[in-house]
């Protein structure tokens, strides 16, 4: 069904199907978004992400498709406008962890290339899909809105898991880029960088960083939580910051300070 003419704006949000994504999802919803929900995965935690989106007012779909695949990404934008009739937001959250932490001298090209094709490659095109399709859509761009979700390692050295920062401070730097190519058109880019959020992804170094934040890592001295990032996801492409575009978001408890 073409919701074309039912008024409500509509966000692609990629990485949904859990953690953070999953919360951005539950927020957007909760302020009239319907959507269109990504993840490499479908199963019964997609499944329950979905219902409980319809459940908070949305409507919504759901696509299986790996952002590392360049020529799925416009069959994420088609599901859109097939479905919605417009394409207001895309929320970049989509991404992986290294998968063995370890000595920079020996990341290989294969584990390189795994985190970049995700990471930086596949977010870049999927948002330079989008940017076009927004741009060609007929419909007034100003107010839409690009989200990149990023890290605090776009700025903080892990040397355990070095791919991994290369592929978030690329990220980065693509934010600002889209920003200005963006600008004219009245889409802001953004980029957010959570820090410790206590996520599935985060799972296997709990005990390690917990630690680190009770000893003071942090200034604020807890985890985050999904949901946190999830409503600085929600300031953004609400358009509650309409003089700003490029910015960093920290959503880290104040990691990011420096301190002496």
Not at 65 to 91: C, K, N, P, Q, S
Not at 124 to 133: E, K, P
Not at 137 to 149: E, F, H, Q, W
Not at 200 to 224: C, F, K
Request: one cysteine or more; a negative charge.
């Amino acid at each position: 069904m073409n919701q074309h003419s039912n008024g409500r704006k509509v966000a692609i949000i990629t990485g949904a199907r859990r953690g953070i994504g999953r919360a951005a999802a539950f927020e957007l919803a909760r302020h009239g978004f319907d959507l269109v929900l990504n993840d490499v995965v479908e199963d019964e935690t997609s499944r329950e992400t979905l219902a409980r989106v319809e459940a908070l007012g949305a409507q919504a779909r759901f696509i299986r498709a790996d952002i590392a695949e360049l020529a799925m990404h416009d069959a994420i934008a088609d599901l859109a406008y097939r479905e919605f009739g417009r394409l207001d937001a895309l929320v970049n959250n989509a991404g992986i962890q290294v998968r063995d932490r370890g000595d920079l001298l020996d990341v290989t090209p294969a584990r390189f290339d795994e985190i970049i094709d995700i990471n930086l490659r596949g977010n870049f095109f999927l948002t330079q899909t989008i940017s076009r399709r927004m741009l060609e859509d007929g419909r007034p761009t100003t107010g839409r809105s690009i989200v990149m979700l990023t890290s605090s390692n776009a700025e903080l050295i892990s040397v355990e898991k070095g791919e991994y920062c290369v592929s978030k401070s690329g990220l980065s730097m693509a934010a600002k880029l889209f920003a200005v190519r963006l600008a004219e058109a009245g889409i802001g880019v953004f980029e957010i960088r959570p820090g410790l959020i206590r996520t599935d992804m985060t799972a296997d170094v709990r005990e390690h960083y917990g630690r680190l934040i009770d000893e003071g890592l942090s200034p604020v001295r807890r985890w985050g939580e999904p949901e946190e990032v999830g409503r600085a996801v929600a300031t953004l492409v609400l358009g509650l910051l309409p003089f700003a575009t490029g910015i960093a978001v920290d959503i880290d408890g104040g990691l990011l300070l420096p301190r002496l």
